[in-house]
């Protein structure tokens, strides 16, 4: 059983900072990439920042430039910092990761979520 928790979450002034931690835990080989989500109310979930293996990353344009995804490889834990946030930056965000339970057994698993809200 792999589990996915996020923390770090919650109400902050626009110009603010968070940090978003995902750790994962349970019966883990390995891990390759790590994304955060996010889902605004009445929107789409969309993709915010993701880490592969080897530490290359991809942002959404919406975070290029003030979202940070890093990784904890021995500790099976991702992080996300938020910087300079707005007020549009506010959904519940996601923890997405591609866990595999064995060498040739990869599965997709989503962290339970954690709500940011920028005040104006």
């Known amino acids: 059983q792999v589990q996915l928790v996020e923390s770090g979450g919650g109400l902050v002034q626009a110009g603010g900072s968070l940090r978003l931690s995902c750790a994962a835990s349970g019966s883990i080989f390995s891990i390759n990439a790590i994304a955060w989500y996010r889902q605004a109310p009445g929107k789409q979930r969309e993709l915010v920042a993701a880490?592969?293996?080897?530490?290359?990353?991809n942002y959404a344009d919406s975070a290029k430039g003030r979202f940070n995804i890093s990784r904890n490889y021995a500790k099976n834990t991702a992080f996300l910092q938020m910087n300079s946030l707005k007020p549009e930056d506010t959904a519940v965000y996601y923890c997405?990761?591609?866990?595999?339970?064995?060498?040739?057994?990869?599965?997709?698993?989503w962290g339970q979520g954690t709500q940011v809200t920028v005040s104006s």
């Open positions: 880490i592969f293996s080897g530490d290359s990353t």
């Open positions: 997405n990761a591609g866990i595999y339970t064995a060498r040739n057994r990869r599965n997709d698993y």
